[in-house]
């Protein structure tokens, strides 16, 4: 079947949402991983106030991206939903905690009490990120698919080892992502620290990017093969190492928000990689004979016509708001009696 | 047990534990927004005080009201796989729509509300409290756009869905008109009965907590100037949620006649069918056992005219009969607290008229007693609403029954009830003992900064 225009929107629009929810709740998830490693409570405090005005917003890029695959796909949205239950259940768990965690934690003065919530901040934070890396890697390698489009597989499919040893790239990237942020929004002994973190995390990255290479080539021949025949993958390859190479200087000479530019442009490309390697499906299958390619599981064009001018419309002012309240609250952060 | 049974409750487990929430932050953000703006207007800082304490607790409604809405949009695709590639052409783009123009809103102001107090000018800050308001609202109306298709389909057309070797597997609804599935029969009657029944709710709640304060004889000017602004918004939220309620209940009788007659408990097709105002609809003997009602005033309130017909249970397949003890109970009970809630803020508005509030101990012990009848009466509204359309999941196009992920089997959806039943127990608890603990260190804790 023939992909249409408008098709082809929503596959980059749904990738577009996606990597914007990468970036941007990326970097608090990070936050949310060091905060394991902080030392004392004035740290922690600091460490949840720099992402405080900011998580609930990022959030609403996976949401908002769920709702569109929703629309755009329903097809995709039913199979993978009801395909990785249990894996979404954990998910939703993790994402419950971690929406009252940073509100209610300074709600009682008590040490228990904050350790706690600070645990379960640090751990659901984890969770949430390695959940997601596991299933985009399963979405990359492709799941089991019957006739009807349902999943035939089980929790343990989801386990296979690339789809794991992406979902473990992916919490080494969102840790340097998160890092990187703190190298912006901290001072003191926190900012070096943060330095530390950044530096560390994108060596770790960089092993398990490394690992990930090596493991698809060998497992997944077929997708490796399939990346490199596509035009796209050229510039894409070259973004992703230009932009790897560059956070390290970048921090160095103290261009924080550059070096933080550069990791989100990592985490863009890997995105892509993943876009040139799955398309024309949105889900592929494991039996080629049932991809879900997004020409046979889209919404009606009326649909995709209708949504496309709702996109036109509410994207623009969305970006304008969120990009002036990240400007009120831009710089160090302080602590003061507003803070958590 | 069954899988369909199992997804059912989950769902029921899910949604109404979330649905407190909501409709409080409708109400409690409206309050936030006038006080603020009658400290623009008026300069007095007692405004602003009762602006600063009632965020604080509108911070901890809200946040358990996000973390258990996150699972509502993951569980049509989770539990009902069948009903999402049903209706995703036409239900993912009002969830989809609700995420652009409602969620961004109201989480981006609200970090403002929470943390901009003092890096954003007095106007831009009532400003955010508008926004947060203004996203509430939306995200009110997109959901309910949703949930309302279900109820009164329209737009769409019946379309076949095929495999990759091209056989038919299945039927989905199409859209063919946007706006007309948006602004379905029951949208507009449905959105602004949920919103003023969320204002209801909200201003209660202020209203509730701040005759405990008087009861405690504590933070008097404080507590009398929150209850007097929450009575007032109660008030005109509840004479106007008669009207409404009129209103939305006159389109179910035009479009989803069987509901109505379960929430009515008329078995006989009549003219001048009468309005029960209590008894127990009976399925065996197919009548109202302990009836008390007034002929004819359904057929009047229904058409302004007492021989309008009314269909009677009787007249449909039983097979199609919503549950009637449920629909019937909920529905009377929500009616009779609606009455409740014009009486109690006519009584506190008199007693600060007359300036006896602070030592009427009885109202104030009555109004804090009112504290959770509000959202009572949500929820019940939503059970009447949602097992009044039973057995269709979308009214007239397809059942319950048939909606369900194919894939999960009722052990998973079973360790999903268990896990979600816990730990909403735990945040409920949470949330109970939060608020408490701020109303009790009172808005004395926040005003010495000052």
């Known amino acids: 079947m023939e992909v249409t225009f408008l098709q082809n929107i ?35 405090r600091i460490l949840i106030n720099s992402i405080a005005p900011f998580w609930d917003g990022n959030e609403v890029w996976l949401l908002t991206g769920g709702g569109a695959l929703f629309a755009a796909f329903p097809h995709a949205y039913a199979t993978v939903f009801s395909g990785f239950y249990l894996a979404l259940i954990l998910l939703l768990v993790g994402l419950i905690f971690r929406a009252v965690c940073m509100e209610f934690r300074g709600q009682v003065e008590s040490d228990s009490w904050k350790h706690f919530w600070d645990k379960a901040f640090n751990f659901s934070s984890f969770l949430i990120t390695l959940l997601l890396g596991v299933a985009l890697g399963n979405i990359f390698v492709g799941i089991p698919l019957g006739a ?26 969102f840790i340097m992502q998160g890092a990187i942020y703190l190298t912006m929004k901290t001072e003191g002994d926190l900012h070096n620290s943060s330095i530390k973190w950044a530096k560390n995390s994108w ?18 021949a077929d997708k490796f093969s399939l990346f490199i025949s596509r035009w796209g993958a050229y510039p894409v390859l070259a973004i992703m190492i230009i932009s790897l190479v560059m956070i390290i200087p970048s921090i160095n000479k103290g261009k924080f928000f550059q070096a933080f530019l550069f990791s989100s442009l990592t985490i863009a490309s890997m995105f892509l990689i993943v876009a040139l390697t799955i398309y024309p499906n949105i889900v592929p299958a494991t039996d080629p004979a049932m991809h879900m390619a997004i020409s046979r599981v889209s919404a009606s064009e009326y649909t995709l016509q209708s949504m496309f001018i709702v996109a036109l419309i509410g994207v623009p002012i969305m970006l304008v708001y969120t990009t002036y309240v990240y400007r009120i609250f831009k710089g160090k952060v302080k602590l003061d009696e507003h803070s958590y | 047990m069954e899988a369909v049974l199992l997804a059912r409750l989950q769902f029921v487990l899910t949604i109404s534990f979330h649905y407190i929430f909501p409709p409080l932050t409708f109400g409690v953000s409206l309050l936030i927004a006038i006080f603020l703006g009658m ?22 409604i809200f946040t358990v009201g996000v973390a258990s809405g996150i699972v509502m949009e993951f569980q049509f695709g989770t539990n009902w796989e069948a009903y999402s590639r049903f209706v995703g052409d036409i239900f993912g783009a009002p969830l989809a729509i609700e995420g652009v123009f409602a969620f961004f809103l109201e989480s981006t102001f609200l970090g ?31 959901i309910i756009v949703a949930n309302s298709w279900q109820q009164t389909p329209a737009g769409y057309q019946i379309v076949d869905v095929l495999d990759s070797a091209g056989n038919i597997i299945g039927k989905r609804a199409e859209l063919i008109d946007f706006f007309a599935a948006v602004f379905n029969p029951s949208t507009l009657p449905r959105f602004f009965h949920a919103v003023v029944g969320g204002w209801i709710a909200g201003s209660f709640l202020i209203a509730a907590l701040s005759s405990w304060y008087l009861l405690k004889k504590r933070n008097i000017e404080f507590a009398k100037n929150s209850l007097k602004i929450a009575l007032i918004v109660a008030l005109f939220s509840s004479l106007t949620q008669v009207m409404i309620g009129h209103w939305h209940a006159v389109v179910v009788a035009k479009h989803q006649p069987v509901k109505l007659a379960a929430m009515e408990g008329l078995f006989e097709t009549q003219k001048n069918a009468p309005l029960s105002l209590i008894g127990i609809p009976n399925a065996e003997t197919k009548q109202l056992d302990y009836e008390i009602s007034i002929p004819g005033l359904l057929s009047f309130l229904i058409d302004f005219d007492t021989d309008y017909e009314v269909k009677g249970l009787n007249d449909y397949d039983e097979s199609l009969h919503p549950p009637l003890f449920l629909t019937f109970t909920s529905y009377h009970i929500m009616v009779g607290l609606g009455m409740l809630f014009i009486l109690f803020p006519l009584i506190g508005l008199y007693l600060i008229w007359k300036n006896k509030i602070e030592n009427s101990d009885l109202f104030n012990k009555l109004m804090l007693s009112m504290l959770i009848l509000p959202t ?30 194919k894939v999960v089997s009722s052990g998973e959806i079973l360790t999903s009830i268990i896990i979600f039943g816990i730990l909403y127990l735990f945040l409920g608890i949470l949330f109970v003992y939060l608020v408490a603990k701020k109303v009790r260190k009172g808005p004395e804790a926040l005003i010495i900064t000052k």
């Open chain 2, 39 to 60: 400290n623009l207007k008026t300069g007095k800082q007692l405004y602003d005080d009762m602006a600063k304490f009632w965020t604080k607790i509108f911070l901890i």
């Open chain 2, 112 to 142: 403002v509300l929470i943390f901009g107090r003092n890096k954003v000018s007095k106007k831009f800050y009532f400003f955010s409290a508008l926004m947060v308001v203004l996203g509430s609202t939306m995200s009110a109306f997109w």
């Open chain 2, 376 to 405: 009572m009466a949500n929820q019940l509204g939503w059970m009447a609403a949602e097992v009044g359309r039973q057995p269709w999941v979308v009214q007239g196009e397809l059942k319950t029954a048939d909606a369900i992920s």
């Open chain 1, 148 to 173: 009807d489009m349902n999943y035939t597989g089980s929790f343990f499919t989801l386990l296979r080892p690339v789809p794991v040893v992406i979902g473990l790239t992916g919490v080494f990237m």
């Open chain 1, 203 to 220: 060596r770790l990255f960089i092993i398990a990017l490394a690992l990930t290479t090596v493991l698809v080539a060998v497992l997944e």
């Open chain 1, 10 to 44: 929503w596959f980059i629009l749904i990738g577009v949402l996606l990597i914007g929810y990468a970036i941007l709740d990326g970097f608090d998830l990070g936050v949310g991983i060091l905060q394991f490693f902080t030392k004392n409570d004035k740290d922690r």
